[in-house]
């Protein structure tokens, strides 16, 4: 096997059409991944449930029993000319992501029924939603993503997201992939309150990441990437915006993850999910 450097440094990018140019019923770049469908035209989605600033009260206590620590939260969202879908061959297909409080839940492809937090603990809290080819790859459209910023039981200020802010999600590698499937993995974002460009425009910004160790790569464009040949184990990236040679300051600017390439036998049928889901939720139904 050749050096892990050797192999980054050869890393396909692949760039697809940003913004506004989506391509529909694309191939998968990724053998054994669902092709996607559509979209019908703009893709939109929007968040019905919770609102923006809404308080959800935290149950009363049951007589004898302690004090519930949090509260039944329902998501509805409403999403246009956007199909999701279940492959049932592969357990993968196109749906709905769900961010909480900068942790990534499973995908969500049933979006006809509400997704439930039975017990979110009280407080502050942001949730993103975005739409994702089986792949993992986002739909960059400008109205696919949505927020909003809710509270349990109380407002404590903790996780609130201003859209006007440059803020990077990092979409993909997550979770586990078997050795054969390493060949290709595919690295995703969400970028959002700035334009991805050039170091010489001084309103662009750009994505600057890490992988382990290797040097750092810089992106001035906005569309997946693909690492290949990645060894066996585990491996940390992170990546952050910049605008030139200064990183922006903004919690929500830089993010960091793990994900791990085990031997065949090892790793789970279906890698796309993360290995920490949020708060025990799941759709209802």
Known sequence: MKPFAVLFASALIATLPLAGQT????????????????????VSVKILTPTA????????????????KGARVEVKVAVENFETFKDEATGRGQHVQLVLDGRAL?????????????????????????????????????????????????KNGK?????????????????????????KILFDFFVTGCKMGPATDPEACQVVYRIG???????????????????????GFIAALYKGEKR?????????????VVDGAKAPAAPAEPAAPVSQASPAG
């Open 23 to 42: 391509p529909v019923d694309p191939k998968s770049p990724i053998p054994g991944y669902p092709d996607g469908r559509g979209p019908k035209g703009p």
């Open 53 to 68: 600033d809404e308080v959800i009260p935290v149950p009363a206590a049951a007589m004898g029993r302690p004090a519930p």
């Open 248 to 260: 922006i300051e903004s919690p929500s600017a830089l993010a960091q993850g793990f994900f791990e």
């Open 159 to 183: 996780s609130t997201f201003d859209p006007t802010q440059p803020t990077i999600i990092v979409n993909a590698p997550r979770g586990k992939f078997k050795a054969g499937e390493a060949a």
């Open 106 to 154: 499973p995908a969500w492809f049933q979006i006809d029924k509400s997704w439930i937090f039975p017990a979110l603990p009280a407080g502050t809290h942001t949730l993103l939603a975005f739409v994702q080819r089986p792949w993992l790859e986002t739909i960059r459209d400008p109205g696919a993503f949505a927020a909003v910023t809710f509270h349990v039981g109380e």
């Open 213 to 235: 160790q290797e040097p750092q790569r810089v992106l001035t464009a906005w569309g997946p990437i693909f690492w290949e040949n990645i060894p066996v184990g585990k491996h």
